[in-house]
Nanobody
Framework: QVQVVESGGGSVQPGGSLTLSCAAS????????MGWYRQAPGKQREWVAM???????NYADSVKGRFTISRDNARNTVALQMNSLKPEDTAVYYC??????????????WGQGTQVTVSS
């Protein structure tokens, strides 16, 4: 099993910054990718950013240029630096990890989420 735990959420004014952190632990041979999703009230969960073990990163258009995802492969952690935050960034942010044993197909594991509120 793999456990994923997020931290770093909170409240910030528009234009401010926050950094979210996520750590994966448990029994696995490899983490192939880690990423962030978010879900605003009354909306479906949407993808925000992801990074692979090889260092490839991708971002949703809505956050490109404002958010930066970074990963520490040795520590099995990923961070999301969020700058120039907007009220529409308000959501519960979820981290996920695609991980598993080398002998089996990987699975996706989710954290419980951390609230980010952008409001004046």
């Amino acid at each position: 099993q793999v456990q994923v735990v997020e931290s770093g959420g909170g409240s910030v004014q528009p234009g401010g910054s926050l950094t979210l952190s996520c750590a994966a632990s448990g029994t696995f041979d490899a983490i192939y990718a880690m990423g962030w999703y978010r879900q605003a009230p009354g909306k479906q969960r949407e993808w925000v950013a992801m990074t692979t073990t090889g260092g490839n990163t991708n971002y949703a258009d809505s956050v490109k240029g404002r958010f930066t995802i970074s990963r520490d492969n040795a520590r099995n952690t990923v961070a999301l630096q969020m700058n120039s935050l907007k009220p529409e960034d308000t959501a519960v942010y979820y981290c996920n990890a695609v991980a598993g044993r080398l002998s089996t197909a990987p699975s996706t594991y989710w954290g419980q989420g951390t609230q980010v509120t952008v409001s004046s």
